[in-house]
């Protein structure tokens, strides 16, 4: 059974503390992505890392890093947490596909529930 | 610029009626569309897909309707139950890029 995981399901943390969201896939799978959930915005993406230390500026960068030192294992950093990164935080992860192939689905973790106080 | 647009945020239909969520997009390269349903603290799950190459899929209860001159595809449930209550996202992609863009999400609402 495929599973992704993250590391905590729910965090509350200060403004201005720096915060580390930890995301592992079990499926060998060389793409892995952080999005973030806000109602009325839908998913919205942060940085996706398509091999081991390689990394990509999705939608939203700003506020946040990323770093993959291992296949299975894509963490999100927020250096300095502000209120306004109070968010659902989705890890996911997908098979690169074969070339002129679509893109494969994405699987994803339960989510983890950050506030920012 | 949201190039995924799902613009029913909600949906109330009676159990055993049939659903359908909406989904337009902008961008004429998305070749790949796939739709996911979410339930409150769990992450989205996969639930069907289409290829640009067709305009239907079907899988069980779930259809996938796709228009691409009007840029427009569709989910249909039938019959619509109560465990079908959720939160609906569709997707996009284009063949060669390793992302997707999703729309705002539908919740669905079916009513015993």
């Known amino acids: 059974d495929v599973k992704v995981t993250q590391s905590s399901r729910y965090l509350v943390k200060r403004t201005g503390e720096k915060v580390f969201l930890e995301c592992v896939q079990d499926m060998d799978h060389e793409n892995m992505f952080w999005y973030r959930q806000d109602p009325g915005l839908g998913l919205r993406l942060i940085y996706f890392?398509?091999?081991?230390?390689?990394?990509e500026k999705g939608d939203i960068p700003e506020g946040y890093s990323v770093s993959r030192e291992k296949k299975e294992r894509f963490s999100l950093i927020l250096e300095s947490a502000s209120t306004n990164q109070t968010s659902m935080y989705l890890c996911?992860?997908?098979?690169?596909?074969?070339?002129?192939?679509?893109?494969?689905?994405?699987?994803f973790g339960p989510g983890t529930r950050l506030t920012v106080l | 610029d949201q190039q995924v647009k799902q613009n029913s945020p909600s949906l109330s239909v009676q159990e055993g009626r049939i659903s359908i969520l909406n989904c337009d997009y902008t961008?004429?390269?998305?070749?790949?569309f796939l739709w996911y349903k979410k339930y409150p603290a769990e992450g989205p799950t996969f639930l069907i897909s289409i290829s640009s190459i067709k305009d239907k899929n079907e899988d069980g209860r779930f259809t996938v309707f796709l228009n691409k001159s009007a840029k427009h595809l569709s989910l249909h449930i039938v019959p619509s139950q109560p465990g079908d209550s959720a939160v609906y996202f569709c997707a996009a992609s284009t063949s060669g890029t390793y992302k997707y863009i999703f729309g705002t999400g539908t919740r669905l609402k079916v009513l015993a």
């Open positions: 961008n004429s390269m998305f070749d790949y």
């Open positions: 996911a992860s997908s098979q690169t596909p074969h070339r002129g192939q679509p893109q494969d689905e994405q699987f």
């Open positions: 890392s398509y091999d081991v230390k390689m990394k």
